[in-house]
């Protein structure tokens, strides 16, 4: 007869009362996650591919990564760097990033990408190294002009040939950095080669600052990575000039219910005969006109964006949060709002707004 220890008895007595909690044993709750994450991979097998030698994963981005045409197939591979992160403990490991099939990168999709890859890189103890050989010039040219080869102390590659698109190196900022506004938008005047109108763009950058790292880092958010990463581009012979802005905060759909103003945004909601979703949550953070710390002496927020595209007469605001999507454009000075659902999320919050800057001496 084999005696039961007192430590098995206690073991045994554990798990009948977190059975009859309703829980389930730390057994079974580990089976659980595996078959979750099996069955992740196995519903983005189109875009990861596992090497069974080593049992580690690489991701594998499409032709084009562009946020707005082809949004679906550029933010998957981009959110599962967050993902596979999470993972970690489950003894999930990833090999390598494959952007050699990159031909087209746009500007916001080269800071979300480059956010997240910082993110994941600061977390593992900084182990990527870029492998360019087979990158496309154009691709490798826009993230060197963007810095993203200095996040691995990499040398710089040349600059885009065609010279056309001129990309403002990223500024990376936590909240209480307002300050960086003004050297961004020096940047900024440098590569559109005439003056912006300043006071104008330099309110947009700082509003854009304060108050989405106010949306996405509220003070109960106390381990999270609290920064954002903006940048801008310019082109020449469109005379374009866009700039981004992006954080990975929990989302302006989910700050906004926390917010001090969250009733007059319900009012809103119901008075625009909206439901309750992430993109008419996005719309009344944008016409509330107020950040949710209710200051007194601070901007207008979002609506100082949409000041600055409304004096140039031609451009655009994106908002992307969650699951979310809001566009202000104003074409020869007529504007139109659109809404729309994401199917698949954002992780926190990108702010692109364009405008087209006329050549010097002509009047708009």
Same mark, same amino acid.
């Given at each position: ?8 008895i206690e073991?045994?007595k554990?798990?009948n ?11 079974v ?9 099996? *069955?992740?991979f /196995?519903?983005n @097998?189109?875009?990861i %591919? #596992? ?7 690489t991701?594998v ?6 946020l707005?045409?082809g949004f679906n ?11 596979i992160l999470?993972?970690k403990?489950?003894?999930v490991?990833l090999?390598?990033?494959?952007? *050699?099939?990159? /031909?087209?990168? @746009?500007?916001p999709? %080269? #800071?979300?990408l480059?956010a ?9 103890g ?8 087979r990158?496309?010039p154009?691709?490798?040219?826009t993230l ?12 710089p ?7 056309l698109?001129?990309?403002v190196?990223?500024i ?7 300050d ?5 938008r ?6 559109v080669g005439?003056?912006v109108k300043?006071?104008?763009l330099f309110q947009?950058?700082s509003?854009?600052i ?8 509220p003070?109960?958010i106390?381990?999270?990575?609290k ?9 020449e012979q469109?005379?374009k000039?866009k700039v981004?802005?992006?954080?990975q905060?929990i989302g302006?759909?989910?700050?906004l219910?926390k917010s ?14 909206l439901?309750n979703?992430?993109?008419?949550l996005i ?5 509330m006109g107020?950040?949710s710390t209710?200051?007194?002496n601070?901007?207008?927020?979002l609506?100082?964006?949409?000041e600055?595209i409304?004096?140039?007469g031609?451009g655009?605001?994106?908002i992307?949060?969650?699951?979310g999507?809001y566009r202000f454009s104003c ?10 659902s ?9 702010i692109?707004?364009s405008?087209?800057i006329p050549e ?5």
């Amino acid at each position: 007869m084999i005696k039961v220890t007192q430590r098995e008895i206690e073991r045994i007595k554990r798990f009948n009362l977190t059975l009859r909690k309703g829980g389930k044993s730390s057994r079974v709750k580990k089976k659980g996650r595996v078959q979750y994450i099996n *069955n992740w991979f /196995q519903e983005n @097998s189109d875009f990861i %591919s #596992l090497e069974k030698s080593s049992g580690r994963y690489t991701v594998v981005f499409p032709e084009s990564l562009n946020l707005y045409d082809g949004f679906n197939q550029s933010i998957k591979p981009i959110n599962s760097l967050r993902k596979i992160l999470s993972f970690k403990r489950g003894g999930v490991r990833l090999r390598a990033l494959d952007l *050699n099939a990159i /031909q087209d990168i @746009s500007t916001p999709a %080269s #800071l979300v990408l480059t956010a997240e890859i910082d993110n994941w890189n600061t977390k593992n103890g900084r182990k990527l190294t870029p492998q360019t050989e087979r990158w496309h010039p154009n691709v490798r040219g826009t993230l060197s002009e963007l810095g993203f080869f200095e996040l691995f102390n990499y040398q710089p590659c040349a600059p885009n040939s065609n010279g056309l698109v001129k990309v403002v190196k990223f500024i990376k900022g936590k909240p209480g950095d307002e300050d960086k506004a003004k050297h961004l938008r020096e940047q900024i005047e440098k590569i559109v080669g005439s003056r912006v109108k300043r006071p104008p763009l330099f309110q947009a950058l700082s509003e854009a600052i304060t108050n989405v790292t106010h949306h996405a880092y509220p003070k109960e958010i106390i381990k999270a990575r609290k920064h954002w990463y903006m940048t801008a581009s310019f082109c020449e012979q469109s005379r374009k000039l866009k700039v981004a802005f992006y954080d990975q905060g929990i989302g302006i759909p989910s700050s906004l219910p926390k917010s001090k103003f969250w009733e007059s945004a319900k009012g809103y909601i119901a008075k625009m005969g909206l439901i309750n979703d992430h993109p008419s949550l996005i719309a009344a953070a944008v016409e509330m006109g107020r950040t949710s710390t209710n200051s007194g002496n601070r901007g207008k927020g979002l609506q100082d964006l949409l000041e600055f595209i409304r004096q140039y007469g031609n451009g655009y605001l994106s908002i992307m949060s969650q699951r979310g999507h809001y566009r202000f454009s104003c074409i020869e000075r007529q504007e139109k709002i659109q809404k729309n659902s994401l199917d698949f999320p954002i992780m926190g919050t990108l702010i692109i707004w364009s405008v087209t800057i006329p050549e010097r001496g002509v009047m708009q």
